[in-house]
């Protein structure tokens, strides 16, 4: 566990060094368990966001996307059961005061090795604000818990102007928040983070098969994001059905993801079945009838639903974790899957000073620009460049020489996980890239 944790370790330090990941707010002292993404990091997390998009959203007919505002209206957590159940059960160190959420209390208290813990008080997770200047009781708002309630509220809107028949799903990513009793383990659990999720509306089941062979799709279709998309090994990920008598109570089956991350075995994503507890509740609140018209039978019914979800931030910790190799120490790789690297590929002129090769190689550069995300890098020698791009993730290398400018208009392309340095030319350079990233 020791040499576990010390990846974590080792992992946050990469983040910071190169620019994936800032302690939030760091110049006035941070701000505890906040995180801001940096010039590498938003690539990366925007890399995988787009990736999901476009696999989930535009290479199905059967779905649409939406953007919903981040605070809405608060009826809506009446109508969803978040006011009343969306809480954790919180206890506190008697000597210190140390709070924690009752699942996950230590032995003993972490601030002050005390054994003895108060009593559990239920703690509602949602962010509260006021809207406009009064601060008053009937001004009060949130900041949304999740993204997945928009797209029940919005479902009739997306209804009758996508005119989508059933199944289909609406999707949605975006930031959601919660008031987090125990922030912790780096990006893995915030109190703002992103999610991407997809409510799948199907007819009302007939038996237990009509929806579980949709839940069972869905099951593949994360499966094949985990090993196909993100490179996770499948040995790495965990399966948990959640028992009947753990399920939320809007859930008739739950599956969480768990990945082996380096502090323990944790949720990755979740899959559920929540029947048509949400829009049934949304139509009974807001008086509207919000059901769906079967075009063939004419019949009006209320949809049910299954819901995958998936966390960005934990995504992005998961890759991290999947593609860090210090097995060679000097020469630190991120094996990130190609279409995730924050950089694609990065162009140097092998000598900084000669006005030939850093011409050419400048051409190079732009060229590229116009199909991929590209660096530049000149400093040192090229040894210490690949170094540099190996440790950030970055498949290709491509360095412009004499004979490229003298001789045969190639250019020498290092891969960054087979090491091979094939010879290529420039005409062909964007496309031999564009191959690897299919
Ligand atoms: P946990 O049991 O870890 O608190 P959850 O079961 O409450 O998570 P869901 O409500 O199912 O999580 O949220 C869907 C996804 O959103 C999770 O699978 C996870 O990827 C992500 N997520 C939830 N809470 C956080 C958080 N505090 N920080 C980062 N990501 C989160």
Redesign the pocket.
């Known amino acids: 566990m020791a040499e576990k944790n010390d990846l974590m370790d080792k992992i946050v330090s990469l983040c910071k060094r190169r620019g994936f990941v800032f302690p939030g707010s760091e110049i006035y002292g941070g701000m505890a368990n906040s995180w801001d993404y940096g010039p590498l990091g938003v690539e990366l997390k925007n890399n995988i966001k787009q990736a999901w998009w476009s696999r989930f959203v535009k290479q199905r007919d059967d779905m649409v996307g939406i953007d919903a505002a981040l605070i809405m209206n608060p009826k809506v957590w009446q109508a969803s059961g978040h006011l009343q159940n969306f809480s954790d059960p919180l206890v506190e160190c008697k000597k210190c005061h140390m709070r924690y959420r009752q699942d996950k209390l230590p032995e003993k208290c972490e601030g002050c090795g005390g054994k003895e813990f108060s009593e559990a008080k239920m703690f509602n997770l949602m962010f509260q604000t006021y809207i406009g200047p009064a601060q008053e009781q009937a001004n009060v708002a949130y900041f949304r818990p999740?993204t997945a309630q928009a797209m029940f509220v919005d479902f009739k809107n997306v209804l009758d102007t996508s005119r989508k028949q059933l199944p289909f799903g609406i999707a949605q990513q975006g930031k959601a928040f919660?008031n987090?009793i125990t922030?912790g383990n780096f990006i893995?659990?915030?109190?703002e983070?992103e999610?991407m999720e997809i409510e799948y509306f199907i007819k009302p089941p007939q038996n237990d098969e009509d929806w579980n062979n949709v839940f069972e799709m869905w099951r593949g279709e994360m499966k094949a994001w985990m090993t196909e998309v993100l490179g996770l090994k499948w040995e790495h990920v965990h399966e948990l059905e959640v028992p009947k008598d753990e399920l939320a109570h809007y859930s008739k089956r739950t599956i969480d993801f768990e990945y082996h991350f380096p502090f323990g075995v944790?949720?990755?994503?979740?899959l559920a079945y929540r029947t048509d507890f949400d829009l049934k509740n949304h139509m009974e609140s807001s008086k509207q009838d919000i059901r769906y018209t079967d075009p063939q039978s004419g019949e009006k019914f209320i949809p049910h639903c299954i819901e995958p979800?998936?966390?960005v931030?934990?995504s992005v910790l998961a890759v991290l974790c999947e593609a860090y190799d210090d097995s060679n120490p000097e020469n630190i790789i991120l094996h990130l899957p190609a279409k995730l690297a924050p950089y694609t590929v990065a162009v140097f002129p092998l000598l900084k000073n000669k006005e030939q090769l850093v011409g050419k190689a400048r051409e190079v550069y732009k060229d590229l620009q116009k199909h991929f995300n590209v660096a530049w890098d000149d400093r040192g020698n090229v040894g210490k460049r690949y170094y540099s791009q190996d440790e950030i993730g970055t498949p290709f290398c491509v360095t412009v020489d004499f004979d490229t400018v003298e001789k045969d208009d190639c250019v020498t392309v290092r891969n960054r996980d087979t090491k091979e340095q094939p010879r290529i030319k420039i005409s062909e350079l964007a496309d031999y890239i564009k191959k690897s990233l299919q």
């Open positions: 999740e919660r987090e922030p893995f659990r915030t109190r983070f999610q944790s949720e990755l994503y979740g979800t998936w966390g931030d934990r």
